[in-house]
């Protein structure tokens, strides 16, 4: 009976003395991949050295890039670029050569396939047929519920109602626009880009770029949980955005505001001071509490867009500004429409 170095070192002789001859040396390098360090600004490939025939040296080649730099995030070029390399170590076990005419391999693969794709067809109807009655089809609406409730657990409530927002015009869109649609698996490329370019025409590219984005975040979640197959809007590109400078008030005009809203509405002063002397986000200033505001060493802590949280001194003008607080309930908003402090 054989033991185990012995099967082990039978199926390695299987595996790779087709490809080449281990007694002579390889004409190639294995593939390998340049992700520049995880730098997304920079060109990732797959590169790979040949023995040039007449030098008799390894040769680095030219990098395959395919489409893996269309992809904006570190998962989804890896991914692409890890297929790119098994695929073309694959080729060069089959014979392939950068020197050589590969016309007879390409012939040889491309009538392979070609029966492998029939046959996989025959089975793949057959495996449908089957299937048709026994698994029930999750609905559009079913399955954009789906995917945001287990999206919720990572975002925080104004995210959610954004996704949610976006959510609703789209299957409202749907409704109205393709009827038809009722299951997930109906909804393809084509009807999200139709979607899109109807977001464009009604608002701006900026919007609708939101809306791809979010969706196409659900839609992921849906192929992660095996849903669908495939995430389609990945393959929409987003428009180019040229966000509009807001104008800028003259020092007269600034002054004569302030002097206005002094006496006409002081607590809208006060949250203009906030944004300005701060260098805040109104929708930070909005979020914040009494008990954000450290009296005693005239400080305040904010939820910020990009950290979880961010610490800023009061100026001095501003603090001067500023009511008693010590009597007002911690938990209540700094600002409201009425009054400092409250709900």
Known sequence: MPNFKELLTFEYKNEYESAYDLSVKRNFSNPKIYSANGDLKKRWYV????????????????????????????????????TYRKVLLRLLK???????????????????????????????ENKNSEAVSDEPKMTVEEAFDFGLKLKEKILSATTKRGYEN?????????????????????????????????????????NRNNFRTDLSSIIQVLVDNDIIGQNFIKKIPPLKSIPERNKTYSQDLQEKIFDYLEIEDPILLLYIKFISYNFLRPIEVCRLKVKDLDLKHKKLQVKAKNSPLKTKIIPELLWSDLP??????????LFTPDKIGGE
Not at 168 to 175: A, G, I, V
């Open 324 to 333: 008693d607080l010590n009597k007002l309930d911690k938990e209540g908003l």
């Open 166 to 206: 976006k959510i609703k015009n789209f299957l409202k869109w749907l409704k109205v626009n393709r009827p038809e649609i009722k299951n997930i698996t109906d909804l393809d490329k084509k009807v999200v880009t139709t979607f899109l370019n109807d977001v464009l025409d009604r608002t701006g590219p900026r």
């Open 94 to 124: 089959k014979g392939y050569s950068p020197y050589a005419d590969n016309s007879e391999l390409h012939h040889q693969l491309r009538s392979k396939n070609e029966i492998t794709s029939t046959q996989n067809l025959s089975k793949d």
């Open 47 to 82: 590169y790979f050295s040949f023995r040039n025939p007449k030098s008799g040296k390894l040769v680095r080649q030219t990098p395959f890039y395919g489409d893996a730099n269309k992809y904006h995030t570190k998962e989804d070029r890896l991914s692409i670029l890890v």
